[in-house]
């Protein structure tokens, strides 16, 4: 009899694991519940689908998340894989056209003789069966109710935000400039600089401006937000104090408008989103302002004055585990018996795309490991993958 794991959610972690484990040559049951239902997040088919930013961060192995790309790559990451196969010009970062890179996955992941897809919600384990949960930060409430009361793991929550899209077309390049900070590599990123007259005009408007209601989340987290510090909404940001953008998303430093010679005193970056150039988002911008406020308070950003936007930014709530209580360094939840159930991707705590990968590659070769009769493989906490697991 064929051995059989099953593995929920078709993110960038469970799709992982569903591929790490398939490879070896052990069937995978991927239940995926899109297109049926959708998370307040997701808006397309596809599996893998970026809801945040198409950037992957740094590329280079000097730096934390670009040497944890290199792990990735070298154990067989289809995550990896995707990334480079689909990716868009952005400095030293590494970022990807995002409908590409989930098309790719998507298909890979299809087209794969030992991964079975089943569209459906899952709101538990069987029994019995050994299992890899990445159903996500979004992970629907039955499934959240579950894991909380059945499997004994306590809930975490913070409020997690995206940014916009504008459409190139409408970027008024006679005021917006193409450049890099520090001119390190290409100029992939267009720059709309500010004096500080604009600044003060725009720095008062967004602090003041109306954000939208959080209808889907319970009235008493409304009441004290708690936003991840990594992707906190610009208005929130800003209300820290008058200058405190001028040394996060609006930092001018190392950015020269070649057509004056001179830093600005502000400048908003946008990065470009597909291959084509014709979607760029707007960095740091992540937000939870309504969308009129979106559009009023962002076309005073000077070359914006007459943006389309494709997307406006929004804000969910995201759900994670206490790993450290519950977990081993195999992503093995304690305690599950025989038959292992494994938890990968952000609701393990873990923060980013990147992250969430190499916790779904860890996991489901440890999955694969149970199920072929071998002992768990814990990776060295030398490595990034490692240590990542330990913490």
Not at 64 to 74: I, Y
Not at 110 to 138: F, Q
Not at 190 to 196: G, L, S, T, V
Not at 253 to 278: F, H, M, P, T
Request: overall charge negative; charged content about 25%.
């Amino acid at each position: 009899m064929d051995k059989i794991i099953n593995v929920y959610g078709a993110g960038l972690a469970g799709c992982e694991a569903a591929w790490q484990i398939a490879e070896r040559g052990i069937k995978v049951k991927l239940f995926e519940m899109k297109p049926i239902k959708y998370t307040p997040a997701h808006h397309s088919e596809g599996f893998a689908e970026l809801v945040c930013s198409n950037s992957l961060r740094s590329d280079r192995v000097t730096n934390a998340v670009g040497l944890l790309k290199e792990e990735l790559s070298r154990m067989g990451s289809l995550i990896m894989e995707a990334a480079y196969a689909t990716r868009v010009p952005a400095g030293s970062a590494l970022a990807v056209d995002r409908g590409l890179f989930s098309d790719y996955i998507t298909g890979k992941i299809k087209n794969h003789p030992n991964i079975e897809i089943i569209n459906a919600e899952v709101d538990s384990v069987e029994e019995g069966e050994i299992t890899v949960v990445a159903t996500g930060p979004l992970t629907s409430d039955k499934m959240a109710d579950y894991i909380q009361n059945e499997l004994g793991c306590r809930g975490l929550h913070f409020f997690d935000a995206a940014a916009p899209i504008v459409d190139f077309s409408t970027v008024n390049m006679d005021v917006a400039f193409f450049a890099s900070r520090y001119d390190k590599g290409d100029a992939d990123y267009i720059n709309c600089p500010m004096d500080k007259e604009q600044y003060d005009a725009f720095y008062e408007a967004l602090v003041s401006a109306k954000e939208a209601e959080l209808k889907d989340f319970d009235r008493e987290m409304q009441k004290e937000l708690k936003v991840f510090e990594g992707c906190m909404p610009v208005e929130v940001m800003a209300r820290r104090g008058r200058e405190t953008l001028l040394f996060g998303p609006l930092k001018p430093v190392g950015l020269i408008d070649k057509r004056v010679g001179k830093e600005s005193y502000a400048v908003v970056q946008l990065r470009k989103e597909n291959c084509e150039g014709s979607m760029y988002n707007l960095v740091g911008f992540q937000t939870h302002l309504t969308f009129p406020e979106q559009r009023r308070v962002f076309r005073m950003i000077p070359g914006l004055e007459n943006a389309e936007f494709l997307r406006y930014g929004v804000m969910h709530r995201n759900t994670y585990l206490n790993s450290p209580d519950r977990l081993d360094e195999g992503y093995r939840l304690i305690d599950s018996g025989d038959k292992g159930i494994y938890f990968a991707g952000q609701m393990t705590g873990v923060e980013g795309y990147i992250e969430s990968t190499g916790s779904g590659l860890v996991a489901g070769i440890n999955a694969a490991r149970e199920a072929l009769g071998e002992e768990p493989l814990h990776f060295p906490r030398r490595t990034m993958l490692g240590a990542m697991a330990s913490y």
